[in-house]
């Protein structure tokens, strides 16, 4: 077994943690996985979405799920944003208010290390 090595996590896998890390958001928001998975989150239909290009990049953006680091990975292109993206924004403004517990944290990173 190498150390340090983390399986990339399955679209199956990244749906369940999106769910539990977005699930709560009132506006609606899209995410596009690697293997074209969509995922909807909040309540209604999406006016964007977020695509996330590998699962690399998905894990990173959970370990820390915040709009700087939404906004870092989008500068980096390590995700692009479809559609609306003023929508987008009251989105992250959402994500601000965010909580998430640090017993909800551990099993979001446990999720991760799980092939």
């Known amino acids: 077994m ?6 990339r996590p399955t679209s199956g896998a990244a749906t369940g943690i999106l769910r539990r890390v977005f699930g ?9 996985l690697w293997d074209g998975t969509e995922v909807r989150v909040g309540q209604g239909e999406p006016r964007c979405t977020v695509v996330i290009h590998s699962p690399e990049t998905f894990r990173s953006l959970m370990r820390e799920p915040s709009p700087g680091h939404f906004a870092e990975a989008y500068v ?16 992250a403004n959402e994500l601000e208010a965010l909580d998430l517990s640090l017993a909800e944290r551990l099993r979001i990173l446990a999720a991760l290390s799980r092939p």
């Open 2 to 7: 190498m150390v340090g090595f983390a399986p």
């Open 76 to 91: 980096d292109s390590a995700i692009d944003i479809e559609g609306d993206l003023f929508a987008a924004m009251d989105v």
């Open 24 to 32: 709560r958001l009132a506006s609606p928001l899209g995410f596009r």
